[in-house]
């Protein structure tokens, strides 16, 4: 249990037990470490067909059909996850949740999950977003902890065109891909924005996962006196695309993004003695044609399981059975229907994101080149699994330092990309201690 409760900081080692201290390495090293070398020769493709004969999918065809026909509603799903909560429907003794839809104009809508404590008044404010394809209750085994706090009160919101709030279509005017950057982040900006006045808050904390961690970057950039603090959960967009800097090379594509699909919670929640930058890079293999082709075409991979019928859930297990294959069985099953939901539902924001995103999940305007201009306390956290760039984040931590401004990164050990699903004990202990710092 010793090592579930260390963790790496981007200069030296953050660990809650002295003996771990000196036994790790500190991630700020990493960015001094040799890259390997680009001489050997890339694995071979595969084709999608070969990718779909090798399924084994994890949902016998009764059951699919059966949970497709029978398929409950989003908002029936979502409460039955968050049902997992001690004062969820029902409160407790120190806290009571309310699940609210807040109207906004043009008929847009933004569903919020509300956790206020009822012991004493709220003197600060903590949003939760997100990431990609996800929802709200995906944190659900976070409010509690979180929400322990005194004096804070908790809004986890679904994003502009997820989960429960209003899916409008997505449709926006560019003349170009740097057009389009601005155009698709200002679509969940002035819905985010819009939500903050109906509520009436000042300024809050916003802790942000992947896909959200990046529109909540591009949120403090546009409104910076709304935000506290920043807490980055494996945000998406980070470094830069290296085949965009060196394009005179002409590589193909690369991503670690497929070990988001491939590797079980049993894999992300191990503890690896390895290095960050070695193990990082082995998991990136070269993109197919065929998935570039798609991206670049503004496919949603979700449109395939909307059109497969009753293999849409088949499809899904292949992602659920691997992502949540250490929880309790009950918790599993009511997260596969959750997201079988989220999956399912008529696509709108989620076709932000290849505007947002390079082929590789590469931003193509990267944080890196933007934060000089962010002058909020930020907190970057990875999991020591995680597929995303863990050197990035500590470089970034590195440069809001350079320019004055109070930044750190953190690794939650035995967690992968999902890192407050996989180690929630480890990462709500982070957030609180980052949330009791003076701003």
């Given at each position: 249990?010793a090592?579930?409760?260390?963790?790496?900081?981007?200069?030296?080692?953050?660990?809650?037990?002295?003996?771990r201290?000196?036994?790790?390495?500190?991630?700020?090293?990493?960015?001094?470490?040799?890259?390997?070398?680009?001489?050997?020769?890339?694995?071979?493709?595969?084709?999608?067909?070969?990718?779909?004969?090798?399924?084994?999918?994890p949902?016998?065809?009764?059951?699919?059909?059966?949970?497709w026909w029978?398929?409950?509603?989003?908002d029936?799903?979502?409460?039955?996850?968050?049902?997992?909560?001690?004062?969820?429907?029902?409160?407790?003794?120190?806290?009571?949740?309310?699940?609210?839809?807040?109207?906004?104009?043009?008929?847009?809508?933004?569903?919020?999950?509300?956790?206020?404590?009822?012991?004493?008044?709220?003197?600060?404010?903590?949003?939760?977003?997100h990431?990609?394809?996800?929802?709200?209750?995906?944190f659900?085994?976070?409010?509690?902890?979180?929400?322990?706090?005194?004096?804070?009160?908790?809004?986890?919101?679904?994003?502009?065109?997820?989960?429960?709030?209003?899916?409008?279509?997505?449709?926006?005017?560019?003349?170009?891909?740097?057009?389009?950057?601005?155009?698709?982040?200002?679509?969940?900006?002035?819905?985010?924005?819009?939500?903050?006045?109906?509520?009436?808050?000042?300024?809050?904390?916003?802790?942000?996962?992947?896909?959200g961690?990046?529109?909540?970057?591009?949120?403090?950039?546009?409104?910076?006196?709304?935000?506290?603090?920043?807490?980055?959960?494996?945000?998406?967009?980070?470094?830069r695309d290296?085949w965009?800097?060196?394009?005179?090379?002409?590589?193909?594509?690369s991503?670690?993004?497929?070990?988001?699909?491939?590797?079980?919670?049993?894999?992300?929640?191990?503890?690896?003695?390895?290095?960050?930058?070695?193990?990082?890079?082995?998991?990136?293999?070269?993109?197919?044609?065929?998935?570039?082709?798609?991206?670049?075409?503004?496919?949603?991979?979700?449109s395939?399981?909307r059109?497969?019928?009753p293999?849409?859930?088949?499809?899904?297990?292949?992602?659920?059975?691997?992502?949540?294959s250490?929880?309790?069985?009950?918790?599993?099953?009511?997260?596969?229907?959750?997201?079988?939901?989220?999956?399912?539902?008529?696509?709108?924001?989620e076709?932000?994101i290849?505007?947002?995103?390079?082929?590789?999940?590469?931003?193509?305007?990267?944080?890196?080149?933007?934060?000089?201009?962010?002058?909020?306390?930020?907190?970057?956290?990875?999991?020591?699994?995680?597929?995303?760039?863990?050197?990035?984040?500590?470089?970034?931590?590195?440069?809001?330092r350079?320019?004055?401004?109070?930044?750190?990164?953190?690794?939650?050990?035995?967690?992968?990309?999902?890192?407050?699903?996989?180690?929630?004990?480890?990462?709500?202990?982070?957030?609180?201690?980052?949330?009791?710092?003076?701003?």
């Amino acid at each position: 249990m010793a090592k579930s409760d260390s963790r790496l900081s981007a200069d030296a080692v953050s660990s809650t037990t002295s003996a771990r201290q000196s036994s790790e390495s500190p991630v700020s090293d990493l960015s001094d470490s040799t890259p390997p070398s680009s001489s050997k020769s890339p694995p071979p493709r595969r084709t999608f067909m070969s990718a779909l004969a090798r399924l084994e999918l994890p949902l016998d065809f009764k059951t699919a059909m059966s949970q497709w026909w029978n398929a409950p509603s989003l908002d029936v799903t979502e409460r039955t996850v968050l049902s997992f909560l001690p004062f969820f429907p029902k409160p407790d003794a120190t806290r009571k949740a309310e699940s609210k839809m807040i109207e906004l104009s043009k008929g847009r809508s933004l569903n919020e999950f509300e956790i206020t404590r009822i012991t004493e008044p709220a003197q600060e404010e903590l949003v939760v977003l997100h990431g990609y394809g996800a929802g709200l209750a995906f944190f659900y085994r976070n409010f509690d902890g979180l929400s322990q706090l005194p004096g804070w009160r908790l809004h986890a919101l679904d994003l502009l065109g997820y989960g429960r709030s209003s899916r409008p279509k997505f449709k926006i005017r560019a003349k170009d891909k740097y057009e389009a950057v601005h155009a698709s982040e200002n679509w969940f900006i002035d819905s985010l924005e819009e939500w903050r006045e109906k509520k009436g808050i000042e300024k809050f904390t916003l802790m942000a996962h992947s896909m959200g961690g990046y529109i909540g970057v591009a949120y403090a950039l546009r409104h910076p006196e709304r935000i506290k603090k920043l807490i980055l959960v494996s945000p998406a967009g980070v470094p830069r695309d290296p085949w965009i800097v060196h394009e005179d090379e002409a590589h193909p594509p690369s991503s670690a993004l497929g070990s988001e699909f491939t590797r079980t919670q049993a894999d992300t929640t191990k503890h690896s003695t390895r290095a960050v930058d070695k193990r990082q890079t082995e998991l990136k293999r070269p993109m197919p044609n065929w998935l570039v082709f798609l991206w670049e075409r503004h496919v949603s991979p979700f449109s395939f399981v909307r059109c497969t019928g009753p293999l849409g859930p088949q499809l899904v297990s292949l992602w659920t059975s691997h992502r949540f294959s250490l929880l309790p069985t009950d918790e599993a099953n009511a997260l596969h229907q959750y997201v079988l939901g989220l999956f399912t539902a008529p696509g709108s924001g989620e076709y932000a994101i290849t505007r947002l995103l390079a082929p590789g999940a590469y931003a193509r305007i990267a944080l890196l080149d933007r934060i000089n201009e962010l002058k909020i306390p930020t907190l970057w956290m990875y999991g020591e699994n995680d597929w995303m760039d863990i050197k990035a984040g500590a470089k970034a931590a590195r440069q809001m330092r350079a320019n004055g401004v109070d930044s750190k990164c953190v690794v939650i050990e035995k967690a992968g990309h999902h890192l407050y699903l996989d180690n929630p004990r480890d990462f709500n202990d982070a957030v609180v201690e980052a949330l009791r710092q003076p701003a």
